[in-house]
């Protein structure tokens, strides 16, 4: 019999948070829709439901254990299936790659734990877009199949293989109606006919739930009387209730039996042309983009040095810290959280967490690389030193602010700063300074100098100040070490370049030799009509510091000064925006007289390095003018059909000019949403051109909403909106008056001028190293002093391996340069006071090239296994996939490594 089968799937999409409070969408959950649920499966044999998501499963275990004892019994039985199972539902395009491997890590577990089952569909309901290392990230962990509804780039039918950039494929579902395709049980014929239309085989997927309803206990009833009147057509289905492995498992084995040949769809799923994936949502709310980007860099850098402090010490690490900060994490990576699409309320408790970042996460950050540095570094002189501290896989040179702390008398004057050992003199440049009254010398000194240190490791530096002497008194107020002010230089060279700012505009230009390389830094009052999820406008451009725009504002210059230190130059040009001139006609010929209505204030900071090719900047926006769009823009030399940016674990290709097709009609007929051009990025955005050898990289932190058009780079700022969906179809139309972004920012990005492309530029460590800041401490001889008094023998107390007494340390290298760690950390099954030498290391290949990559580490290397990313073993018998551990103290690795590969080692150390 060839009748097609339509697999009907009861389910519920959990919002942990959107248009209700997580206290109130886990109240809903748990008694209007799985107690129903559960209802409804012991009065229907044939009955079956979904559950995504394991967060809202370890809650109904902790509120609910009756509740949870009976799902527990209906997953037993088949009946209940989680489909994704990750801990929550993340968004897919904003977060690292790191941080939705945990969430898959943290739920499959828990079920794994609970359940004693292994999830193989991932399920897509909601999230806007998917990567394009998400198959991958898949398949490693275990999953076989995936169904989701929104990005698909072309909608021609809804099976298909989706290829990632690395060559993983994965057996994919596309729900064309949604996950709401089967809700209305009225229309379930209907519903079948636009299904079957785009289906490759003779099983349909439909999709039967929503997170606005509860089951339908007649769904049974209903499909047995839609079967008993269609058994005799042909031409009708047979309609069941099912599962999605039942689906997959189905579609799989027909594919196989009648060889049918599906098509292959390739890289990110996030086109507009059959679905939604709100890309203007990636710059919804900037202050959540900005603090997750903190929370997110600081926890992996956390997660790093515990790892190592782990492996050298006895002492209490910060695992338990670690734990609650990675449940924050994917709370907040969830796919209404991130992007910000939800009610004001219920971004609350993210705020919260963000504002008291100093004294949490930073603060276990500061401990625990604090407590390495007393188990590393000793020095037996009474001397005051900076450890700078490197959490990325590279030597670094990088701009680095340390702040030293003296007493009484102690230092009257810096003179230099030195390497350890090796007493190398190291420019710096004193920054702020503060002095003890009555002369008696410095209290505390801000520092400035740009740093060398080692891949994964520290650098040592020992400070040289002079001591109080008698009848001399302190003149730090004349020391060559302070940066002194200049009121009107706007041309400015370094490292080959010639930088010109543009007094008026603080707009500036880069050039080497006679050639330009771009003009920029540019801000532009846009007009902001649309909502949460979409940038809607009339007008276009309000006002840019160029002049572009209505007439009637203008921006007006307040203030332009330069700082020039030793090493550093800082460019700093404040303005401000006034809606009203006088006159505002000729006036390009008459001069303006009259200024009011400012609502805008900018501040832009720029700053060029001795030694350093890039450009730094730091913009400040005080915004008061409701409903507008504030971007940034650079102009480049040449125009190109497609630029590179960073991705999850890698780099991805994208096209220039999207924006002109929503002027095409047969575009805005046949997509269901209109192009804009606008995408996310992860860290940085290059836009090169491969005849003229040149091109720019932008590195960003927490900015990733961009778009390029002709020869120009847009950098989305933020925008203020005040309802949460504008014509109600996305949402409810609920005021947001938080998301009128009326608030100060600070937003930080950096220019790179090079040669080539990104991978000759190597943009991707840009990026990450722009995020991945260097840590300064102070070392002074009185902490030493201190911890050697309370140490009850030689050595660090506690300590496993021996201090090293020279000016640095790294834990490990990775060559070549395209090989990038993901993490260090300690194994998912370890215990917290175990003295086990395994660690987890993870790194991926971000230029596409294939390779053998060497690690070498500080230890020695006692046995080396392959993991997926779940951390199980996995079967690696091809030789030519062999680990080999070398060097005379066994402490190199080598690999192959495909290019985008994710490579997942367990490691354990002989120390």
Known sequence: MNKSIVHVVPHSHYDAIWIFSKEENFDINCNFIIKKAIEILKNEKDFKFIIEQTYLLENIETSYPELFSEIKQFIKEGRIEI????????????????????????????????FGKNIIVAWGADEFGYNAQWPQILKESGYKYFAFRRGVTEPLVSEFY???????????????????????????????????????????????????????????????????????????????VSTPSEFFEALEQ???????????????????????????????????????????????????????????????DHTDDLKKYWKQALFFAMHDSLPGTGI????????????????????????????????LFIQDNKAHHILVFNSVSWDTKEWVEAKINYDIDEAIEIMELRTVNSNEIVDVEILDLELHEKDRGIKSVQLGFIARIPSLGFSAYEIIFRKKEKGKNNNMDQSPLLAYPRSYETKFTFDDFTLEIDAETG??????????????????????????????????????????????????????????????????????????????RLNEKLPTIIYQHSFLTVRKEISIYKGLSRIDCTTYIENKHPHVRIRVKFDVPFKGYTYWTGTQFGAIQRPTNLFYLNKDPDVLKKWKEIPSGIFPSVEWIDFSNKEQDMGVTL????????????????????????????????????????????????????????????RDASSYKEGIAFNMKPIAIHISNKEQDKWKDNASEPGPAGALVDPIISN????????????????????????????????????????????????????????????????????????????????????????????????????????
């Open 83 to 114: 489909a994704g199972g990750e801990y929550l539902m993340s968004d897919v395009m904003l977060p690292s790659g790191e941080v939705l491997i945990r969430e898959i890590l943290e739920g499959k577990n828990y079920v794994k734990e609970k």
């Open 162 to 240: 989706w290829k990632g950039i690395d060559g993983t494929s994965i057996l994919s579902h596309w729900m064309p109606l949604g996950y709401r395709a089967g809700l209305d049980l009225s229309l379930l014929h209907e519903t079948f006919e636009q299904l079957r239309r785009q289906s490759s085989t003779r099983h349909v997927l439909m999709p039967s739930g929503s997170g606005s309803t509860p089951p339908q206990p007649e769904l049974c009833d209903t499909i047995d009387k839609y079967n008993e009147s269609a058994k005799s057509i042909i031409e009708n289905p047979l309609m069941k």
């Open 254 to 316: 027909e594919i196989n039996e009648k060889n049918i040949h599906l098509s292959i769809k390739k890289g990110e799923m996030y086109s507009g042309k059959a679905s939604f994936v709100f890309p203007d949502s990636t710059s919804t709310r900037s202050w959540i983009k900005q603090g997750f980007k903190e929370f997110e860099t600081y926890l992996l850098m956390l997660e790093r040095w515990n790892t190592i402090l782990h492996l050298i010490s006895k002492e209490n």
């Open 344 to 375: 004001d309320a219920v971004y609350d408790e993210m705020r919260s967490v963000f504002d008291k970042l100093e004294n949490t996460l930073k603060k276990s950050h500061f401990e625990c690389i604090n407590k390495i540095s007393k188990i």
């Open 507 to 584: 707009i500036f230009t880069l050039m080497k030799a006679d050639r330009l390389y771009f003009i920029g830094n540019e801000v532009r009052i846009e007009e902001e009509l649309g909502d949460l999820y979409y940038h809607k406008d009339v007008t276009g451009i309000i006002k840019s510091e160029s002049g572009e725009g209505i007439p009637f504002g203008v921006f007006k210059k307040e203030k332009y000064s330069v700082l020039n230190g030793k090493i550093r130059t800082k460019i700093v040009f404040h303005n401000k925006y006034y809606a009203i001139r006088w006159p505002y």
């Open 699 to 758: 590195a960003h932190f927490g900015i990733p909403s961009h778009e390029i058009r002709d020869n120009s780079i847009y950098l989305t700022l933020l925008r203020g909106v005040e309802t949460l969906s504008g014509d109600g179809t996305k949402g409810p139309c609920i005021a947001t008056p938080d998301a009128a972004e009326k608030r100060p920012y600070t937003f930080k990005y950096s220019l790179l001028p090079h040669n080539g492309d990104w």
């Open 808 to 911: 640095g340390f790294s834990f490990l290298t990775i060559s070549p340069k395209n090989v990038i760690l993901s993490t260090l950390k300690l194994p998912q099954d370890s215990s917290p006071n175990s003295d086990s030498k395994v660690v987890i290391l993870r790194l991926y290949e971000t230029e596409g090239k294939t390779i053998t990559s060497d690690i070498k580490f500080h230890y020695p290397i006692k046995s080396a296994v392959y993991v997926d990313l779940i951390e199980n073993n996995k079967d690696k018998t091809n030789d030519d996939d062999a680990i080999t551990i070398s060097g005379p103290s066994k402490n190199i690795l080598s690999f192959p490594i495909q290019g985008f590969k994710i490579i997942t080692l367990r490691i354990e150390f002989d120390f």
